[in-house]
């Protein structure tokens, strides 16, 4: 919240704050993140392919009549607010894999053709969520899907063949990608060629993060945060705005703080008593940990710049409403384990 407050005062004194806003999503998503820690985890088994379901609803109805924003039609509007069910799709799929493979038990690893299913669930919402177009967050749910089937077990044969399909699909899938995707991912191997067009972002996000030297500027004298030269700085490049201000040790810190948080994730899933929570506690921890990379390989300039927050401190109210109820079933599976036990 502070840190957003910190891009809020940049931007303009005449909206209303964008840190309040985020304030009262975090509310509401704690209230939600309560209701996940307190119910049974295993009660989602049965409700797992309905919120599924409402899941891809939402996306269609994204797609018939949903709200549109800089070019991207992504959220649904209730007239008081606007709500991103590609968020809530990122916890669906995760919830929905959970369950598949729970019912699907195995003691072998899987073959490729007893994935059939898991593919058509991660499928369905990445063709809806690329028509937005949003390209991040169907990668997103691709790398959080593939990482939990290898944490599964899938058959060494069948991994080549899956690498080896995707290698080949590579190029037609090239040719569906907007103009505006091809040029971010040309502009990621020389930033330079177009600095004031689409490297623009990669320049002035490594310029903000180089000027925070070891210990930053200090809070609210980041430069390129306060005189507006850093784009999205709410959103995708958040971290550049707290590396600027907070310097080397700030996000040295920020680092180890969602180092922890993934090794806290991943010792859950390693020690739940049952499938169904390790599946889920190692696919909310994925998705967590993806995102982090991701954000942060991109605003150093080390990956493309393809859309995605980080979490918990990027603004937006859908992303961090389904985080916290995701930290909830996190905290959940912990809980449940000790009970299990007795």
Request: proline fraction near 4%.
């Amino acid at each position: 919240v502070i840190n957003i407050y910190s891009t809020g005062f940049s931007l303009s004194e005449n909206q209303s704050p964008l840190y309040l806003k985020q304030l009262q999503w975090i509310v509401f998503g704690l209230f939600l993140m309560m209701i996940t820690f307190l119910m049974d985890y295993r009660s989602i088994h049965q409700a797992a392919y309905v919120i599924y379901a409402i899941s891809i609803a939402s996306l269609i109805a994204v797609a018939l009549f949903g709200h549109t924003a800089n070019g991207a039609q992504r959220w649904i509007s209730f007239g008081f607010v606007l709500f991103q069910p590609s968020e809530l799709m990122k916890i669906s799929v995760v919830i929905a894999l959970a369950r598949y493979f729970d019912d699907h038990k195995s003691n072998e690893p899987y073959l490729l053709r007893e994935l059939f299913v898991p593919f058509l669930l991660v499928l369905l919402p990445c063709v809806l969520i690329l028509k937005q177009p949003d390209l991040g967050t169907a990668l997103m749910i691709v790398l959080v899907a593939a990482s939990m089937v290898l944490f599964i077990g899938m058959n060494w044969k069948s991994i080549g063949i899956a690498v080896a399909s995707v290698v080949v699909l590579l190029p037609p899938a090239w040719h569906f990608l907007k103009d505006y995707q091809k040029d971010r991912l040309l502009t990621f191997l020389s930033p330079e060629s177009d600095p004031l067009g689409t490297g623009y972002h990669i320049i002035q996000s490594m310029i903000a993060i180089g000027s925070g030297g070891f210990l930053g500027k200090g809070f609210l004298k980041g430069s390129q945060t306060q005189l507006k030269f850093l784009p999205e700085q709410q959103t995708d490049f958040v971290f550049s705005v707290f590396a600027e201000e907070w310097g080397f040790i700030g996000g040295l810190v920020l680092m180890v703080i969602f180092t922890s948080l993934i090794i806290w994730g991943l010792r859950i899933a390693l020690h739940s008593k049952d499938l169904l929570g390790t599946i889920l506690a190692f696919g909310i921890t994925a998705l967590i940990a993806w995102q982090v990379i991701i954000n942060m390989g991109m605003v150093l300039g080390v990956l493309p710049v393809v859309g995605i927050p980080l979490p918990f401190l990027s603004y937006g109210g859908s992303a961090i409403v389904s985080l916290l109820a995701a930290i909830g079933l996190l905290m959940n599976v912990s809980v449940r384990r000790f009970i299990l036990q007795r």
